[in-house]
């Protein structure tokens, strides 16, 4: 027997009994257990009898390690009794213990906050242009085309946008710095991979030129003994070289893809690549801007904290997950990013409380609109799972419940709800 009663927004005290039968059975467990270690003269060491035992030590000394073998079963009964849905561990305590009587047992849980919902269908959101235009398609060309250009020696003054060969050393207060220098380097004007300032004093210098480069170091600079700091770079200028474009022809075409004969196959492939990511990111956009107007028009009150904590956590886990699959440790990335398991969950803790109550509310219209996963929509489930991760089916299905498949498809079908009653209209100039 199990009753809930709300005490707080999003608190209450759930109290629950043991069964005697459970608890001798508990008491069993803990007997077991105890007695391994156990020595009592007379006896060899973990052989004592239950009734010598309770002679001795008092059946009462086995009390807390059965409710340790107890308390989980017990409590996810009495959850599931009342229909509680808890986010946080419970705090126990138990009312009552007495011998041949069912134990009493009372939790305080924070459970999982109500949301009333507004509107979530029929909602009007901005239309999106999938339309592709012929300067997209020229500008996917004129991509492939700088990818396939060479670079070649010339004699005029460097342009923004041309490569130099130099030799370069700093020096801060006139004295030269640690890594401020290096030879033969290959630096594209205009990229603004160097200092602010630095590559647009090598515009109109020529191969052979010899000159000062004087900047200063930003205030954020990841050195932080130069950070703010004025210095001068001794520049040597060996070579200028320009980007030489091949010619936009069939040749080309076939070069960069050798899927296709001609440079208008080309286009025509380009056209339909363009085509599939403008209708991916309408999707994407259609569907944020439903999400975020049925959310908006939710209410969900006091959050608690150890729902945000958990998201938090879960994100991270995902995060460094997806690294580990790509051959990326824990500690080699936080090594390879200079950053720290603290920065990553500061990364993480900003929209946090956005993410659960979004999940919170469509949890609820998962609900309302009595949405119920068939066994077909989860072998469905599994079977992209294991394509998507590269894994058996079998593996998913032991790393996964059914009831965790049902909340995920049953969240994936009221976004599709959502988004699918949408109506869309053009942004109003």
Known sequence: ??????????????????????????????????????????????????????????????????????????????????NVDAVDQPEISVESMEKGQPWVIKATVSVKPEAKLGQYKDLTVEKQNTRVYAKDIDAKLEEKQKSQAELVLKDKPAENGDTVVIDFEGFVDGKAFEGGQSNNYSLELGSNSFIPGFEDQLVGKKAEDETDVKVTFPEEYQAKELAGKEATFKVKVHEVKQQELPELDDEFAKDVDESVDNLEELKAKIKEE?????????????????????????????????????????????YLASMQQQGINEEMFFQLTGTSRDDLKKQFTDGADRRVKTNIVLEEIVKAEKIEPSQEDIDAEIKNLAGQYGMEESAIRGALTDDMLKHDIGVQKAVQLITDSAKQESKSK
């Open 1 to 82: 027997m199990a009753n809930w009663e709300k005490k707080e927004a999003n608190k209450g005290e759930l109290t629950f009994e043991i069964s005697v039968e459970q608890i001798n059975d508990g008491l069993d467990k803990a007997f077991n257990k105890t007695k391994k270690d156990l020595r009592v003269p007379g006896f060899r060491k973990g052989k004592v009898s239950r009734q010598v035992f309770n002679k001795m030590y008092g059946e009462e000394s086995l009390y807390q390690e059965a409710l340790n073998f107890m308390l989980p079963e017990a409590y996810a009964e009495a959850l599931k009794e009342t």
């Open 274 to 318: 363009l085509k599939e990511e403008k209708t991916n990111a309408a999707k994407e956009a259609i569907e944020n801007d439903a999400i975020t107007q049925a959310v908006d028009n939710a209410e969900v009150n006091d959050i608690p904290q150890s729902m945000i904590d958990s998201d938090i956590q879960r994100q991270m886990d995902q």
